[in-house]
């Protein structure tokens, strides 16, 4: 069964450093999505992405996040200057029209454990 | 903007028993309402979901029920396993195709044998 795939699993980087988080969507997926989930609190939504363009993003989707597809199979968020309060689990998630998946359902990855220290 | 309430946060039950979570929602607006299980260091996994045209739907032990009038929807697992036992999430979307899910806080589920 296809998978959304992210890497690294882990991530330990020092508070002011760059982030580069990687996702591979499902293939043939059309809309990307990343979510962050805070130690112990719910998964929360920062931006969708479609037709090589942000589509939503939240109030947390600040100038210090960015997103790019930059080739045809992977989906990447940049935090610029990471703070302590970035340190959470990112989820990234695939979805598209047609084909096995239902309608809307939004599959996600394994994530990606941020810590910042 | 949507805001999802979930409860309870903890639900312990035997093996054998129905579970049953139920969360409400904000705005009228959202009319796709899927839920999701985590297990330990793993992303959500849809294990349910629902569209507001519709007021039941079962999937084996897995059920989910949506009021549309009250804003509510839940979800019932019957003859709870010790592999039920993970967090539920629900969530709540606007059905224009691919909105952001909106989610409640979850539930730790623990099923003892």
């Known amino acids: ?117 | 903007g949507e805001n999802v309430e979930q409860h309870p946060s903890t639900l312990s039950v035997q093996e054998g028993d129905s579970a049953v979570i139920k969360c409400t929602y904000s705005d009228s607006a959202s009319n796709y309402f899927p839920w999701y299980k985590q297990e330990l260091g793993k992303g959500p996994q849809l294990i349910i979901d629902i569209r507001s045209n519709v007021g039941e739907k079962k999937d084996q032990r897995i059920a989910v029920t949506l009021n549309k009038t009250a804003k509510h929807f839940s979800l019932h697992i019957t003859e709870t396993q010790p592999e039920d036992s993970a967090v539920y999430f629900c969530a709540a979307s606007m059905n224009t195709g691919f909105q952001k899910l909106v989610f409640g806080t979850g539930t730790r589920l623990l099923v003892s044998p």
């Open chain 1, 1 to 117: 069964e296809p998978e959304v795939t992210q890497t690294p699993s882990h991530q330990v980087t020092q508070m002011g450093q760059e982030v580069i988080l990687r996702c591979v969507p499902i293939s043939n997926h059309l809309y990307f999505y990343w979510y962050r989930q805070i130690l112990g609190q719910k998964v929360e939504f920062l931006v969708s992405f479609y037709n090589n363009e942000i589509s939503e993003k939240s109030e947390i989707f600040d100038d210090q996040f960015s997103v790019e597809r930059p080739d045809g199979s992977n989906f990447t968020l940049k935090i610029r200057s990471t703070k302590l309060e970035d340190s959470a689990m990112y989820f990234c998630a695939s979805t598209g029209v047609g084909g096995t998946s239902s309608y809307n359902e939004q599959f996600f990855g394994p994530g990606t454990r941020l810590t910042v220290l």
